[in-house]
């Protein structure tokens, strides 16, 4: 009898070590960690000031944009001390130069930690939404813009249900749609449930009446945006190397309606404004990113999707560099032929295209 046992437990623990290799090996499919990618360069210069990666850009229908800068963000590299700080550019200015936003308010200056960004626009006002992590805690600024280098704090909003922002799309004044790239707040249980396969990151809607997970089932939900009639939803999740389409329906719930393969692993997600054209911020290569060695580095790939709700969607790779003009880009952010990318703690381009 004591040697079936034994069998059996041999059998079982040679299971789970199976299972786990078998794993660790999807892990590393998943991350890319072997893709080389061929540099596709367009004319592009450093935007001047922007030296502490840009991890979000966004830009208004006028041409104004907004940076999130200075992300410091679990096992990513920042070349960077000091608080995080917002940015805008304006690009119908002939010498678009990055000015240093002030932030009047109650916020804690001290512990801001900018991520995604999305703003808001009304026939005259413009209101900025900013994930924000202070002390490694997730909770989103509401601020109100104020010409020509103010942002006014309106709110922090806070939720149990909001516990791992990574970007969010804002669709009202005072509502927005967030992805929680974590399953749990942990670290350690997070990467448990990657390394176990488990699609449990959520999209959160979140409006002062209602707050409620509005889609669920990625395995890490990234970049989030709306199409111009603000209708359709689009999730990048990274780890699965897709953008997802979803419906708006009442309640905010998102109906899903598809997704489409980017095979490379997209973060921020940019609409243009007129075209409707969805612009990606990748990584190539997800191991590169994480074990960040300067003598290879990661690199930086921009994916476009043209007629997203179309049958057949057109990708084209816009741009892509391996890491020695600029590391782990996050955005991608068009503007009448102006492309902005920015980088998770990097430095940010301005290109054509
Ligand atoms: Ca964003
Ligand atoms: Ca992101």
Redesign the pocket.
């Known amino acids: 009898m004591a040697a079936v046992k034994k069998v059996l437990v041999a059998v079982a623990v040679a299971a789970f070590a199976a299972f786990i290799g078998h794993r660790f090996l999807k892990l590393k499919e998943m991350s890319l960690a072997s893709r080389e990618l061929t540099v596709k360069s367009l004319n592009c210069h450093y935007i001047k000031n922007i030296e502490c990666g840009a991890?979000?850009i966004t830009i208004t229908k006028d041409g104004l944009a907004f940076l999130s800068t200075g992300l410091k963000y679990p096992f990513m590299p920042s070349f960077c001390d000091g608080p995080g700080k917002m940015y805008v550019l304006d690009l119908l200015h002939p010498k678009p130069t990055p000015v240093a936003l002030h932030i009047t308010g109650k916020l804690d200056l001290a512990s801001f930690n900018p991520?995604?960004i999305s703003v808001y626009e009304t026939d005259d006002s413009v209101y900025l939404f900013v994930v924000n992590h202070p002390h490694h805690n997730s909770q989103v600024e509401i601020f109100h813009f104020v010409e020509e280098d103010t942002l006014v704090h309106l709110k922090t909003v806070i939720h149990p249900l909001l516990h791992s922002v990574?970007?969010i799309v804002a669709v009202g004044a005072q509502s927005f749609y967030a992805t929680n790239?974590h399953s749990f707040p942990s670290e350690a249980l997070h990467a448990l449930g990657l390394l176990l396969g488990l699609a449990w990151c959520d999209v959160v809607f979140y409006s002062p009446e209602e707050v409620a997970v509005a889609a669920s089932g990625f395995l890490s939900s990234?970049?989030i945006n709306a199409s111009p009639d603000k209708r359709y939803i689009y999730v990048?999740d990274i780890m699965d190397h897709d953008i997802d389409v979803f419906e708006r329906h009442e309640g905010q719930q998102l109906k899903y309606i598809k997704s489409v393969g980017v095979g490379s692993l997209c973060?921020?997600i940019e609409v243009d404004h007129v075209t409707g054209d969805v612009w990606l911020g990748c990584h190539p290569n997800g191991m590169k990113l994480l074990k960040y060695d300067p003598e290879d580095p990661p690199g930086s790939e921009v994916i476009r999707i043209q007629n997203i709700q179309s049958d057949a969607p057109a990708l084209s790779r816009e741009y892509a560099d391996d890491g020695r003009v600029i590391m782990a880009s996050?955005?991608a952010a068009p503007f009448r032929g102006r492309l902005l990318i920015g980088s998770v703690f990097h430095r940010a381009l301005s290109c054509t295209y």
Do not use: I, L
């Open positions: 991890e979000d991520h995604g990574n970007d790239d990234n970049g990048s973060d921020n996050t955005v």
